[in-house]
């Protein structure tokens, strides 16, 4: 009768072990592209100055950074907190939502569709006026 036990305990933690693994063909992929920036603007409480970047976000790890690097002009690196992500519902194409306040303008999401993935930043409480600027990502690109 114990190993009728054994046995059953052990095929169901098995049974248990397969469901709830997740398995590498539902994992995100790291997000990855490029855009441009025409003025200042804030990610969070970090200062990005005009210019060429690439930007990289991996879901998958522990830490939500955004890493930016600065491609033209003297380098630079950026590593920005994102504080919440969701889905991308919609599929117009990625782009920087921003917020423009008195004090400047404030990048309030990335919307990366092509990752399914929305990353959004802090901004100022005060109300703000949005714009829009289109990011690339590679898939986009040849579009």
Avoid: W
Wanted: proline share 9%; charged share 15%.
């Amino acid at each position: 009768m114990t190993s009728i036990r054994t046995f059953a305990f052990a095929a169901l933690l098995a049974a248990a072990t397969f469901t709830i693994a997740p398995t590498s063909a539902s994992a995100q992929q790291p997000a990855r592209g490029h855009f441009t920036l025409p003025h200042d603007v804030l990610f969070g409480n970090t200062k990005i100055p005009v210019g060429d970047y690439e930007f990289s976000y991996d879901p998958q790890n522990t830490a939500p950074f955004l890493n930016l690097s600065k491609m033209n002009g003297p380098r630079a690196r950026f590593v920005i907190l994102v504080p919440s992500t969701e889905g991308t519902p919609t599929r117009h194409g990625s782009r920087l939502v921003l917020a423009t306040s008195p004090s400047g303008s404030y990048v309030t999401a990335m919307e990366l569709p092509d990752c399914d993935l929305t990353l959004h930043f802090s901004t100022p409480s005060r109300a703000a006026e949005k714009q829009i600027a289109k990011a690339v990502t590679p898939t986009s690109a040849g579009q």
